[in-house]
């Protein structure tokens, strides 16, 4: 079996609002994700499965899939 090159990650939970990127890393591979971008990197606001397909230039394919899960922000307090 071969070393496994792609990898997302372990699954996260985030706080909405709070930025992430999942990269396929690979330059110079081809790349295509669950939500349908071919770029190497994706930046995810909504929570989901994520999965990417990495085929390199020797035509090897392998993909990964991670779990990211965004909790809603606290209300914010009022001051009264």
Request: charged residues 5%; contains cysteine.
């Amino acid at each position: 079996p071969h070393a496994k090159w792609v990898s997302l990650g372990a699954d996260t939970t985030l706080c909405a609002g709070t930025p992430l990127m999942l990269s396929a890393g690979n330059p110079g591979a081809t790349y295509s994700w669950s939500t349908g971008a071919s770029t190497q990197t994706i930046s995810p606001t909504a929570s989901g499965q994520y999965r990417v397909t990495v085929t390199d230039p020797q035509g090897c394919v392998q993909s990964d899939t991670v779990v990211v899960t965004f909790n809603p922000a606290p209300p914010q307090p009022t001051i009264t």
